[in-house]
């Protein structure tokens, strides 16, 4: 782990920033700068590891492979760590590149909703992922959960399904996903 503070002001080569290893903090490299983002909350992870749960045996059956929170490149100097990737993903490999990467999902927090559904988005579209998952929970008591499946059409996403809290998402594609939004929800108390 690394002691002493990060230098956010200054620009960093992709190389410098792996070599940081773990961090006690959560960052990702974008345009050559460390954004630092809040740890994420129960709600958010479990939604997150429920995504990847729910996705994980159609992708299998397609050959894909299915991780939660590791780092990808999407470009040169961008480095970000998505929610839930599934593609055609090495098991040791260290980041994975934007062009083995099928979709992406993304499950927005009040620090983060703007850069998931902008930002990111656009940088996953010039990055040529076919698909992108966002899991938007109902503020702010993160007791449900909107699902938008978005797909690459020329340079940026369309919307291709959408299931409101308690509906199902249904897709053929990229692989057959039937997502039940209330299960998305862990136990409560």
Same mark, same amino acid.
């Given at each position: ?15 410098e920033? =792996? ?10 490299? &974008? ?5 630092? #983002? %809040?740890?994420?909350?129960?709600a ?6 429920? =995504?990847?749960?729910?996705?994980? @045996? ?16 999407? !470009?040169?100097?961008?480095? &970000?760590?998505?929610?839930? /990737?599934? !593609?055609?993903l090495?098991w040791?490999k260290g /980041?994975?590149?934007?062009?083995? &990467? ?6 927005? #927090?009040? #620090? ?24 938007? %929970?109902?503020?702010?008591?993160? =007791?449900? /959960?909107t ?14 399904? &959408? ?7 249904? #897709?053929?594609?990229?692989? @057959?996903?039937? $997502?039940?939004? !209330?299960?998305? $929800? !862990?136990?409560?108390?």
């Amino acid at each position: 782990m690394r002691e002493q503070p990060l230098d956010l002001s200054r620009t960093w080569t992709e190389a410098e920033y =792996l070599a940081l290893g773990a961090l006690n903090i959560r960052t990702e490299l &974008v345009d050559w700068k460390i954004q630092v #983002s %809040p740890s994420p909350s129960n709600a958010h992870q479990g939604i997150s590891r429920y =995504l990847a749960n729910f996705l994980e @045996p159609a992708a299998r059956a397609a050959g894909l492979t299915i991780f939660e929170a590791v780092d990808t490149r999407i !470009g040169p100097g961008t480095i &970000v760590c998505p929610d839930v /990737v599934a !593609g055609k993903l090495r098991w040791g490999k260290g /980041v994975n590149d934007a062009a083995d &990467v099928i979709l992406v999902a993304e499950v927005t #927090s009040p #620090s983060n909703a703007a850069w998931d559904r902008r930002g990111k988005m656009r940088r996953y579209a010039a990055a040529r992922i076919p698909w992108y998952l966002l899991a938007e %929970p109902e503020l702010p008591e993160l =007791l449900s /959960v909107t699902l938008r499946l978005h797909r690459l059409e020329g340079a940026r996403y369309v919307e291709h399904a &959408v299931a409101r809290p308690g509906a199902v998402l249904r #897709s053929d594609e990229p692989f @057959p996903i039937a $997502i039940d939004t !209330g299960q998305l $929800i !862990g136990p409560l108390g």
